[in-house]
T-cell receptor
């Protein structure tokens, strides 16, 4: 069966520090991968998605970036964190077919910027 | 662009009753609609998908309806249990591989 892992579960970082969040998927090949941010009481905001190694689409211009160095690995990074980067970050995967494919989420990283 | 509206107020119901949650969308009618469950501090979990040509979909105690005329989906949990307490998110396709999610409705089931 397929599983998705995200780490760390919680992170407290000072403003201006770098960030690296990692997500890996097991049990499937060539998945679509997604990074979302969820603010309290708000819907999920799509940040990046990837349909293959090295292929990244950015949805929101900001100081975050994403990379996909391997088929089932997705990394969210920042060189300098802002206070506004605080939130709940979720990684998800889906099969690479168009149409009605559900997304499968990790358990997220709670990021607090001080 | 497509927008999703879910009741931001929490829904409180008694155990054993039927919970009904509403999802309204504002623009074009999507080819399908999904419902997810999210527990505090966890990622959403996919529950059901209903296509535009399906009026109703059932899975155990869950039932979803899809009315493209009203631009609305209803999500029902029959014989609700305290373990059903969670936030329920509605989601629609947003072009390509993208999905737009609603903010969700929090459900509390009292024993």
């Amino acid at each position: 069966s397929q599983t998705i892992h995200q780490w760390p579960a919680t992170l407290v970082q000072p403003v201006g520090s770098p960030l690296s969040l990692e997500c890996t998927v097991e049990g499937t090949s060539n998945p679509n991968l997604y990074w979302y941010r969820q603010a309290a009481g708000r819907g999920l905001q799509l940040l990046f998605y990837s349909v293959g190694i090295g292929q990244i689409s950015s949805e929101v211009p900001q100081n975050l970036s994403a990379s996909r160095p391997q088929d089932r690995q997705f990394i969210l990074s920042s060189k300098k964190l802002l206070l506004s980067d605080s939130g709940f970050y979720l990684c998800a995967w889906s099969v690479t077919l168009t149409g009605n494919q559900p997304q499968h989420f990790g358990d997220g990283t709670r990021l607090s910027i001080l | 662009s497509q927008k999703i509206e879910q009741n931001s107020e929490a829904l409180n119901i008694q155990e054993g009753k039927t919970a009904t949650l509403t999802c309204n969308y504002t623009n074009y009618s999507p080819a399908y609609l999904q419902w997810y469950r999210q527990d505090p501090g966890r990622g959403p979990v996919f529950l059901l998908l209903i296509r535009e040509n399906e009026k109703e979909k059932r899975k155990e105690r869950l039932k979803v309806t899809f009315d493209t005329t009203l631009k609305q989906s209803l999500f029902h949990i029959t014989a609700s249990q305290p373990a059903d307490s969670a936030t329920y998110l509605c989601a629609l396709p947003a072009g390509g591989f993208k999905t737009i999610f609603g903010a969700g409705t929090r459900l509390f089931v009292k024993a």
